[in-house]
């Protein structure tokens, strides 16, 4: 079993800054990637930024140039520092996080979810 865990979320000034974190545990063999996705009121699902393990990190046009994604290996965590946040960037934030787990004898992969945790930028 593998719980996402996430916290960071909060109201924020136009322009402002947040920092998210999400920490992975459980039974985890390998760690493939982990990113962030958001959700707007009344819109799907979103991936803002991703970061495979040694390869290339992602971020959507939106975000880039504003946003950060970084991981702590060694605690099997995921950041995203936002910077000049903007209204639109209003969401609940869920981390997500490629996986594989140990069974006896062999490795099951998946991808796991955190709880998401709402930002809101606003006056």
């Known amino acids: 079993q593998v719980q996402l865990v996430e916290s960071g979320g909060d109201l924020v000034q136009p322009g402002g800054s947040l920092t998210l974190s999400c920490a992975a545990s459980g039974n985890i063999f390998s760690i493939y990637a982990m990113g962030w996705y958001r959700q707007a009121p009344g819109k799907q699902r979103e991936l803002v930024a991703t970061?495979?393990?040694?390869?290339?990190?992602y971020y959507d046009d939106s975000v880039r140039g504003r946003f950060t994604i970084s991981r702590d290996n060694a605690k099997n965590t995921v950041f995203l520092r936002m910077n000049i946040l903007k209204p639109e960037d209003t969401a609940v934030y869920y981390c997500?996080?490629?996986?594989?787990?140990?069974?006896?004898?062999?490795?099951?992969?998946?991808?796991?979810w955190g709880q998401g945790t709402q930002v809101t930028v606003s006056p």
């Open positions: 997500y996080a490629d996986i594989s787990t140990s069974r006896p004898g062999f490795t099951v992969r998946a991808d796991y």
């Open positions: 970061m495979p393990t040694g390869g290339s990190t």
